[in-house]
């Protein structure tokens, strides 16, 4: 999103209680970080866990795009939650990327049906299971307490420049 030259990069993040989505929002601040790009509190809502997660997308989007300023665009905590803001998006009128830019997280199968598909953050999953696994069986004393493994960005339609 930054080097398409998107300066308004908003976030939906899901509940900080868990650890991988605390993980993602440190990468979105740490990008910023590193572009120089000022953090704007006003651009990042947190969504309660909650039985309808696309409602809560949905006022989130509200927020986000009623602001003064709204973002150029978007990164969501995961493709359920953007394919919502997409949507959301889309019923308003705007067009996406050229309104605004959205990128996921997960690559599940429905980001690349969506329409426009959906840019996300793939994870391999197989290979995070396997890592999970290999350091339950590690024997006590070995000193391994985290194990970092690479993503892909999965770039379509959603964010591609115009």
Do not use: W
Request: net charge negative.
């Amino acid at each position: 999103l930054i080097q398409s030259g998107r300066k308004r990069i908003a976030m939906i993040a899901g509940s900080l209680a868990h650890f991988s989505i605390q993980e993602r929002g440190r990468g979105f601040h740490q990008a910023l970080f590193e572009a120089r790009l000022l953090a704007d509190p006003n651009l990042e809502i947190c969504i309660d866990d909650m039985d309808d997660v696309e409602q809560g997308v949905f006022d989130a989007m509200h927020t986000l795009l009623n602001l003064s300023k709204p973002p150029d665009a978007l990164f969501c905590y995961n493709d359920s939650a953007a394919l919502a803001a997409q949507s959301y998006c889309l019923d308003l009128g705007l067009k996406v990327p050229h309104d605004i830019a959205i990128i996921g997280f997960d690559d599940i199968s429905a980001a690349a049906k969506a329409n426009p598909p959906l840019s996300s953050i793939r994870v391999n999953k197989e290979a995070l299971g396997a890592a999970g696994v290999e350091l339950l069986l590690r024997k006590s004393g070995e000193e391994v307490l985290e194990k970092i493994l690479p993503v892909e960005l999965v770039i379509r339609e959603s964010s591609l420049d115009d």
